[in-house]
Structure formats: structure tokens, C-alpha cells
T-cell receptor, first 115, second 118 residues
Framework: AQSVAQPEDQVNVAEGNPLTVKCTYS??????LFWYVQYPNRGLQFLLK??????LVKGSYGFEAEFNKSQTSFHLKKPSALVSDSALYFC?????????????FGKGTTLSVSS | GAVVSQHPSRVICKSGTSVKIECRSL??????MFWYRQFPKQSLMLMAT?????????EQGVEKDKFLINHASLTLSTLTVTSAHPEDSSFYIC??????????????FGNGTRLTVT
């Protein structure tokens, strides 16, 4: 079965500092991994994805994520946080062996960036 | 591109009534749409997969007679919450994948519908 774990309910960082939001996954095949951001009472916005190739993936708004197969992780990172980055972040996975299925989401991590 | 419009954004209804939520892909055709439900401070839980022209596939534990899904065209899927009760109050989000897109493509999400049943 597919699953995603986001071990932190909340991450607090000061503006200008680097941020990391953690994600680990479990799939039977190769993973298709995604990060989404959600602002209050809104849908999800796509940030970036890993399908294959380079382990470091760059996405929207200066975010990047590193795929680590041995650790089954896909942590989201940003070198310098902005207050406007404060939101709810979801990691999601789809198993390549189960094409056509929906994404499975982690529980979400609230990022709070203080000025 | 790839805009998904969800309507209404908020709805308040009385217990026992039914509510219909629409999900439209505005600039692409979506063979498959997914309906998620999100509880406060919790993740998105997949409710059902909606396929154009066929019956929806419901996740375990989701009552298909309560949450009616219709995907009559390539740009519209509807979720009807029948005989709503307060415990149905939640944030419902639809998502869509463009027809022909590879399965590793991201899903496009609507802005969600906040349902409150009084």
C-alpha cells in the first residue's frame, strides 16, 4: 500500500533562514512524488514533482526538493524563507505500479515564517 | 492554463437537505476527476474517483448513496451530498487530470467548497 508521512505538524522559521519540511513515503514500485501548498480555505497549488532523473528538483517560488531513494524521503527546502511562504504544505505520492490512481497525501505540515 | 473551477466556495444548509458541488475544468478536458475531503488540520482523504461516462469508484468507507458523483462530460463532475447531516460538514476539494496526460503529471485542484450543515 502507498503511504506518505510528514512527521512534523508545524515548522517555524525566521524570515531569511533556510527551511526544510520533511516527507517520507512508502510504495511498492517507483514513486512519483509531489509537493503542494494550500492557503486558508483554498485548494492546493502544485509546487514541484519528482518522476525520474536528477534527485534535486526545483519548483515554483524558489522551492526545491531532494529525492533520496535509500531513505525514501522527499524533503522540501528553500534557502531563504519569506513570510508569504507561511501556509500548509502537503507531500503526495503515486506508485508507478498503480498508474491512473489518485495521489495519496501526507497529513500536512504548517509552515510559519516570522518576520 | 489547467484551471479547475469549483462552485460554490461556501454553502450552509440545513440538516436533511441535499447540496450539489460542481467541479469544472475550464481550459482542458478531464477524463478523470478526484473528490477529496479535508477535515480541519487533517490531510486530504480521497473519497472517490470520477470517470467520464462511467460510474465513480468509491474508497472504502465512503457511502456511494450519500455522496453521489456524476461525471457526465469531459469538463464537469458533480458531487451531491444527500440528506446532509452536521457530521458531513467539511471542506471538499476536487481535482482533475487532463485527458491524455501521463499518470506522473500533477493533479490540478479546485479551490474547495466549505460545507456547513446546521
Amino acid at each position: 500500500a502507498q503511504s506518505v508521512a510528514q512527521p512534523e505538524d508545524q515548522v517555524n522559521v525566521a524570515e531569511g533562514n533556510p527551511l526544510t519540511v520533511k516527507c517520507t513515503y512508502s510504495v511498492s514500485g517507483n514513486p512519483y512524488l509531489f509537493w503542494y501548498v494550500q492557503y486558508p480555505n483554498r485548494g492546493l497549488q502544485f509546487l514541484l514533482k519528482y518522476i525520474t532523473g536528477d534527485n534535486l528538483v526545483k519548483g515554483s517560488y524558489g522551492f526545491e526538493a531532494e529525492f533520496n531513494k535509500s531513505q525514501t524521503s522527499f524533503h522540501l527546502k528553500k534557502p531563504s524563507a519569506l513570510v508569504s511562504d507561511s501556509a500548509l504544505y502537503f507531500c503526495a505520492v503515486r506508485d508507478s505500479n498503480q498508474a491512473g490512481t489518485a495521489l495519496i497525501f501526507g497529513k500536512g505540515t504548517t509552515l510559519s515564517v516570522s518576520s | 492554463g489547467a484551471v479547475v473551477s469549483q462552485h460554490p466556495s461556501r454553502v450552509i444548509c440545513k440538516s436533511g437537505t441535499s447540496v450539489k458541488i460542481e467541479c469544472r475544468s475550464l481550459d482542458f478536458q478531464a477524463t478523470t476527476m478526484f473528490w477529496y475531503r479535508q477535515f480541519p488540520k487533517q490531510s486530504l482523504m480521497l473519497m472517490a474517483t470520477s470517470n467520464e461516462g462511467s460510474k465513480a469508484t468509491y474508497e472504502q468507507g465512503v457511502e456511494k448513496d450519500k455522496f453521489l458523483i456524476n461525471h457526465a462530460s469531459l469538463t464537469l463532475s458533480t458531487l451531491t451530498v444527500t440528506s446532509a447531516h452536521p457530521e458531513d460538514s467539511s471542506f471538499y476539494i476536487c481535482s482533475a487530470r487532463a485527458s491524455g496526460n501521463k499518470y506522473n503529471s500533477p493533479l490540478h485542484f479546485g479551490n474547495g467548497t466549505r460545507l456547513t450543515v446546521t
